[in-house]
């Protein structure tokens, strides 16, 4: 069975620290690795990342792949209160058929607080 | 903007009482997902449409069903909700290829369908 583990469940930071969000995964026909913030609202889009070892950087968020060791990191500097949110790890698998797409399996997240 | 609008936002049933949630997109997407996520749980497929192609997962229970109108709307019916049932309830959509990886799987969500059964 297909699985990803996040750690850890959830975090309490002070702004301006940085922050480590790990995450491993068990996928057959492994294609990707996607990250997604989750507010109060829809899980947003922040990194696909397919080739180990390349980061993947949108401001003060990175990303990384290992896909010898089956883990992913998210890197958060510089904190601030709205980075505040669930972060969703999801390792996507090839289709297995002819008329099926690929598939997302998530983790159950890492619930982040950054405080003033 | 391009985007899935999710209706409605919240759904209040009683036990037993059908619902029917609903999905549409705008970004010609030719997948569409139907996700549950209960609260502090992972989001878990429940099944797929690839074009007009229905994908189950094995463990969805029958008591949940889809339809897919059209490219646009996506529909998730609950035949007889429990309270087990209770979670919310994401569509996603994502253009996919199998053969190629350039923009496939970065599923665009979204804002939700939160279910209450009474």
């Known amino acids: 069975e297909d699985k990803v583990v996040q750690s850890p469940l959830s975090l309490v930071v002070h702004e301006g620290d940085t922050v480590t969000l790990n995450c491993s995964y068990e996928?057959?026909?492994?294609?990707?690795l996607l990250w997604y913030k989750q507010e109060k609202k829809a899980p947003t889009f922040l990194f696909m990342l397919?080739?180990?070892?390349i980061e993947k950087k949108s401001g003060r968020l990175s990303s990384i792949l290992d896909k010898k060791e089956l883990f992913s990191i998210l890197n958060i500097t510089a904190t601030q209160t709205g980075d505040s949110a669930i972060y969703l790890c999801?390792?996507?698998?090839?289709?297995?058929?002819?008329?099926?797409?690929?598939?997302?399996?998530f983790g159950t997240g890492t619930r982040l607080q950054v405080t003033l | 903007d391009a985007m899935v609008i999710q209706n409605p936002r919240y759904q209040v049933t009683q036990f037993g009482k059908p619902v029917t949630l609903s999905c549409s997109q705008t970004?010609?997407?030719?997948?569409m997902y139907w996700y549950q996520q209960k609260s502090s749980q992972a989001p878990k497929l429940l099944f797929h449409?690839?074009?007009?192609?229905?994908?189950n997962e094995a463990d969805t229970p029958d008591n949940f069903q889809s339809r897919r109108p059209n490219t646009s709307f996506c529909f998730l019916d609950i035949r007889s909700p429990g309270l087990g049932d209770a979670a919310m309830y994401l569509c996603?959509?994502?253009?996919?290829?199998?053969?190629?990886?350039?923009?496939?799987?970065?599923?665009?969500f979204g804002a939700g369908s939160r279910l209450t059964v009474l």
């Open positions: 996928v057959t026909n492994f294609r990707s």
């Open positions: 999801a390792a996507s698998s090839l289709p297995l058929y002819t008329g099926t797409a690929s598939k997302l399996t």
């Open positions: 996603a959509t994502s253009r996919d290829w199998p053969t190629g990886l350039t923009g496939a799987n970065v599923l665009t």
């Open positions: 970004l010609n997407h030719n997948v």
């Open positions: 397919t080739s180990s070892g």
């Open positions: 449409y690839y074009d007009k192609d229905f994908n």
